[in-house]
């Protein structure tokens, strides 16, 4: 039941994101149609490339949108700055065969989606009410008059009926709105993938990048730390060797220092080769690996993980460390006074969020760690997104590929 609650509300998310894009597209409509008029004089045709450029900005949010809620929407090339050129073009005019689809039965869906739980909770709650209106002031669809209490309670079950609607409903709802915006914003079969190719590309550097980078990090650990230390038992021994001859107690001494030299090091080590790949992401798997990590996070923090199956080790590894700086960042500079994680497993997607309730205007350029994580997880192909207005709250959305 929780679960079907909460797949409810995400489909309420998804139709009410959808709502807002075909108001969009209403607007984008209504400019497209001045301008085709204005055509008819002349005076439009130096409008046309302005035009479907909003239009492509209209249908990118649409595809940003339905990007967050399935698999990627790529966006096609930049619109031709001719217009005849750019009319040829078949993103464009599969752009232009969306926009009066959304901006009519998109909007038609997400304002019916949007009703169902207004509706459903004004006439469960109408009992409540009820000698407050007139007889045949009834909400929704009611038709018939009401006369006491028990016509009201009916209208109450209406209310559930509706809501139930929504529950089993809804999300069959989302995806019909989303159908059209996956038929014609995504590229046509045969379209060039050259954006892939490029977004591949990008992502293989950024792979690059934070793999080198992790390596400076280890080197960095084991030369100033347990190269150190080893150098340190190395000179040590060689102190004890010589003092045992003339001073056995001295050179006792030294071993001592030696062993602790060596013990410091050999720690030092354990903490580097965890920071490489956590064990316990073998022990226990993810969820218990952050149940682990937050119960030692300095600040209150709330876990919701719902993982049906293990991911591939490395994304494990991926999600275990994104939480880990996220909530080292939230402990040293956001001055919250509590910490939430969210991490759920959906269509092979890994989604994970961490928010706090501190002061806000995260910076990825402050050197917080941030700009670290986004490399992490765009070499997996995943995405990251941060919302942080100065006053807060913080919120941290990260997706992965969950493969096996």
């Known amino acids: 039941m929780r679960e079907r609650a909460r797949a409810s509300v995400d489909a309420l998310e998804h139709l009410v994101g959808g709502l807002g894009t075909a108001v969009m597209a209403i607007a984008a409509l209504f400019w497209l149609l001045a301008v085709l008029v204005l055509c008819l004089g002349g005076v439009g045709l130096l409008l046309v490339p302005g035009t479907l450029r909003i239009v492509r900005s209209v249908a990118d949010r649409e595809r940003g949108r339905l990007s967050r809620w399935g698999p990627d929407v790529l966006a096609p090339a930049p619109v031709p700055d001719r217009a005849m050129i750019a009319l040829r073009d078949p993103a464009v005019r599969r752009e232009l065969a969306w926009l009066p689809i959304h901006a009519t039965f998109g909007f038609a869906v997400g304002l019916f989606g949007l009703g169902l739980p207004l509706t459903a909770v004004q006439m469960m709650t109408f009992p409540l009410w009820y000698t407050l209106v007139p007889p045949d002031g009834a909400p929704g669809l009611v038709w018939w008059n009401i006369d006491g209490l028990p016509d009201a309670i009916v209208v109450a079950l209406t209310g559930v009926l509706w809501l139930a609607l929504l529950v089993l409903g809804g999300r069959w709802l989302a995806r019909v709105q989303a159908w059209p915006g996956r038929r014609l914003l995504s590229p046509a079969p045969g379209t060039d993938l050259t954006l892939r190719v490029a977004q591949l590309t990008a992502t293989r550097a950024a792979a690059l990048d934070a793999h080198a980078a992790e390596l400076r990090r280890i080197e960095r650990s084991l030369h100033d730390g347990t190269q150190n230390r080893l150098v340190a038992v190395t000179v040590l021994l060689g102190a004890a060797r010589r003092a045992l001859a003339r001073d056995p107690a001295a050179g006792a001494e030294m071993l001592d220092r030696a062993q602790q030299a060596a013990e410091q090091a050999l720690a030092e080590l354990r903490t580097v080769v965890r920071g490489i790949l956590p064990p316990v992401l073998d022990d226990r798997g993810l969820a218990g690996a952050l149940d682990g990590l937050v119960a030692g996070c300095a600040l209150p923090c709330r876990l919701d993980v719902h993982l049906p199956a293990r991911c591939a080790v490395s994304v494990e590894a991926t999600a275990y460390f ?33 928010g706090d309730d501190g002061r806000g205007g995260a910076d990825e350029t402050g050197g917080s760690g941030l700009a670290g994580i986004r490399r992490r997880v765009e070499a997996y192909d995943g995405r990251f997104t941060l919302t942080s207005p100065p006053g807060g709250p913080t919120t941290m959305d990260v997706e992965l590929p969950c493969g096996s």
Not at 337 to 345: D, E, G, K, L, Q
């Open 322 to 354: 994104v939480v880990a700086e996220a909530l080292t960042n939230a402990v040293k500079h956001s001055g919250a006074t509590s910490v939430t994680v969210s991490v759920r497993a959906e269509q092979g997607r890994l989604r994970l969020t961490v």
